[in-house]
């Protein structure tokens, strides 16, 4: 079974209005951190926003947030005000265990684009 | 943040030729690792690169054919032997660390083409 399930393969969303980028994991593991990464056509991977397991409140990170929903073992990504500027691969992943700092699975990533 | 730096960012080979791919970070960090990504895909975790001793490789990867090294805490070599056309790939590398909270890192990639 896929630890990490993106089921938008592809997304449009007009500019400077918000849109939502699904993620859901499956482990079961007690201690576990999700991240969030943007791979514009360039191919560089960059860190945008984690959440730890243990995280009472939503990760924030500018424009980004992280809607963690536990029990329903989903990690969504909520970008505000979308800019052009935002297309790119989306990739939610998930790092199991109690080891921090340790590997990650990765989804199949969502393409987003920002319609002017 | 850590800064990884990728040395070739790219490359043209000949099948059964090797090419080892560097890797350096501008800070210690916990943990490096080497994933392989197809253009449009998904990241496939390679191995974890531990320093002085020998990297822990994920299923359907193997020493052979991916040799790692990690001499330090800033720096990793991948090697990819042998090579064959189903090699061409972008192969990243990685860091992570933890300050209070993880964080995870990319190298630009290294783009392998092979003939």
């Known amino acids: 079974a896929q630890k990490i399930t993106q089921t938008q393969p592809g997304m449009f969303v007009q500019e400077k209005e918000a849109v939502t980028l699904d993620c859901t994991y499956d482990t079961s593991d007690q201690s576990y951190g999700l991240f969030w990464y943007k791979q514009p056509s360039s191919g560089e991977m960059i860190f945008l926003i984690y959440?730890?397991?243990?995280?009472?409140q939503n990760a924030t990170e500018g424009r980004y947030s992280l809607n963690f929903q536990k029990a329903r073992k989903s990690a969504n990504l909520v970008i505000s005000a979308s800019q052009l500027g935002d297309s790119a691969m989306y990739f939610c992943a998930m790092r199991e265990g109690n080891t921090n700092a340790g590997k990650s699975t990765f989804g199949d990533g969502t393409t987003l684009t920002v319609k002017p | 943040s850590a800064v990884i730096s990728q040395k070739p960012s790219r490359d043209i080979c000949q099948r059964g030729t090797s090419l080892t791919i560097q890797c350096q970070v501008d800070s210690q960090v916990t943990m490096m690792f080497w994933y392989r990504q197809q253009p449009g895909q998904s990241l496939t975790l390679i191995a974890t690169?531990?320093?002085?001793?020998?990297?822990?490789?994920e299923s359907g990867f193997v020493i052979d054919k991916f040799p790692i090294s990690r001499p330090n805490l800033t720096f990793s070599t991948l090697t990819v032997s042998n090579m064959s056309p189903e090699d061409s790939s972008i192969y990243l590398c990685?860091?992570?660390?933890?300050?209070?909270?993880?964080?995870?890192?990319f190298g630009p990639g290294t783009r392998l083409t092979v003939l």
């Open positions: 690169a531990n320093q002085g001793s020998e990297a822990t490789y």
């Open positions: 990685s860091a992570s660390t933890y300050r209070g909270r993880d964080t995870q890192y």
């Open positions: 959440q730890g397991s243990y995280d009472e």
